[in-house]
């Protein structure tokens, strides 16, 4: 079949609306009919040549939702009509990751995925004859897709699809850092390091569990009424002061409970640790670094107690979890809605990168 996506056919160069052909979905695989799709950081970061997975001519995006519409033989947990969200994060519930019960990171088909094919080895687009690679098994800034069936989240059918494809990547991220991966306790403080499309969804994970002091810090102080607006306590701009641990550790009495990055930035990182308690502070990378950049500490920084982890797609586990976030944006317990800042036709998709790197955006979502 046709399908008519944007294709990365080189880093650092805008995406180009084409019209590709898809073979349909092989065994264990689904086709899938994206109706809406988030633009995250993560898409910006591999366009512009800084992820060491990189794969060009790809077809990015990995914030999608959209509707099951052929699915291939062997398939059992979905069907055509249903609603689902794609998961570069799959959950087989049959690997050694799967059934340790300690990650979400599912092993299953992570090589394949990173080399920019399916399970078998073989990719689905192709251009003029060409092959066209996928992008964290997902690809969502096709109109269709294929992927593999443990890495489709099946929704409820009343959520809408231009909300519910957030949760594909930047709420889960964000709540589940908090709640799956830091465990975050009422009472607690937190320092969150980026109030971007991931950061205010840590601050409302944050206020959702009854964190005390939620300490914002971004370079770009338009972001400081956004943070409040998820209950974000106080908002530092590193460029307005002198020392950023220093203060953060004067207005928490000693340091953060837990502070995250969402920057991607290793400086970031190095504050977003030196700022935790003495004796049992943790600090969570959530931010993607560029392909070649290290974090560094002191070592005396562990030695006295501070932790140093990271979370990818918010240690959920997406057959299980993702379900349930839809659930509690449907029930009011989440908010998306105020930030999905910008909706476009996959024709402006580029623009969404623009208004990204402009800080103008919140979240961009294109709607087929
Ligand atoms: P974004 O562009 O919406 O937000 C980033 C924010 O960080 C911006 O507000 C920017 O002003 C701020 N910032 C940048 N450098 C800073 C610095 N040195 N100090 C303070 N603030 C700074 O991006 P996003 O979509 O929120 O993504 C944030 C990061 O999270 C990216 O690195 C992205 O790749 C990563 N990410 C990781 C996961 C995961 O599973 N681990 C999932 C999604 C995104
Ligand atoms: N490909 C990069 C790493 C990119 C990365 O860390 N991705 C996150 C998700 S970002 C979503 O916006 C992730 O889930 N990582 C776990 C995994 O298995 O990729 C590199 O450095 O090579
Ligand atoms: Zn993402």
Not at 44 to 67: C, K, W
Not at 238 to 250: A, G, K
Not at 252 to 262: E, K, L
């Amino acid at each position: 079949m046709k399908t008519r996506a944007a294709v990365a056919f080189e880093a650092k160069k805008p995406l180009e609306i084409v019209e590709l052909d898809l073979e349909g979905p092989k065994h264990g695989e689904v086709l899938v009919e994206i109706m809406a799709t988030g633009i995250c950081h993560t898409d910006a970061y591999t366009l512009d040549g800084l992820d060491s997975e990189g794969i060009f001519p790809s077809i990015l995006g990995h914030e999608g939702a959209g509707i099951v519409r052929e699915v291939g033989p062997g398939v059992e947990s979905v069907k055509p009509g249903d609603h689902v969200i794609p998961l570069y994060t799959p959950e087989c519930r049959q690997c050694k990751s799967c059934l340790s019960g300690k990650t979400n990171l599912c092993t299953a088909i992570r090589a394949t995925q990173g080399k920019g094919v399916m399970p078998d080895g073989t990719t689905r687009f192709s251009y003029n004859g060409r092959p066209i690679y996928h992008y964290m098994g997902c690809s969502t800034f096709s109109n269709f897709t294929v992927l593999p069936e443990i890495a489709v989240a099946k929704i409820r059918e009343d959520a809408p699809f231009e909300k519910a494809c957030y949760v594909g990547c930047g709420v889960t991220t964000g709540v589940g850092a908090v709640t799956n991966t830091a465990k975050v306790q009422a009472g607690d403080n937190v320092v969150v390091f980026g109030l971007g499309g991931i950061g205010l969804n840590v601050i409302q994970g944050a206020k959702m569990v009854g964190a005390d002091k939620i300490i914002g810090v971004d370079l770009n102080p338009s972001k400081k009424k956004w943070a409040e607006k998820f209950g974000m306590t106080d908002f530092i701009n590193p460029r307005e002061i002198t020392d950023v641990v220093d203060l953060i550790v004067e207005l928490t009495d000693g340091g953060a409970d837990y502070s995250f990055d969402c920057t991607g930035n290793t400086e970031a990182m190095r504050q977003a640790l030196e700022c935790c308690h003495r004796g049992w502070g943790t600090s969570v990378i959530i931010g993607v670094a560029e392909a070649g950049k290290e974090i560094a500490t002191r070592p005396f920084q562990l030695v006295t107690g501070r932790n140093w982890r990271g979370s990818a797609f918010g240690g959920a586990k997406g057959r299980t979890d993702v379900p349930k976030i839809v659930d509690w944006y449907m029930q009011g317990k989440i908010q998306i809605d105020p930030m999905i800042t910008h909706v476009m036709g996959l024709e402006k998709i580029n623009d969404a990168f623009d208004l990204m790197h402009e800080g103008k955006s919140i979240r961009s979502v294109v709607l087929f």
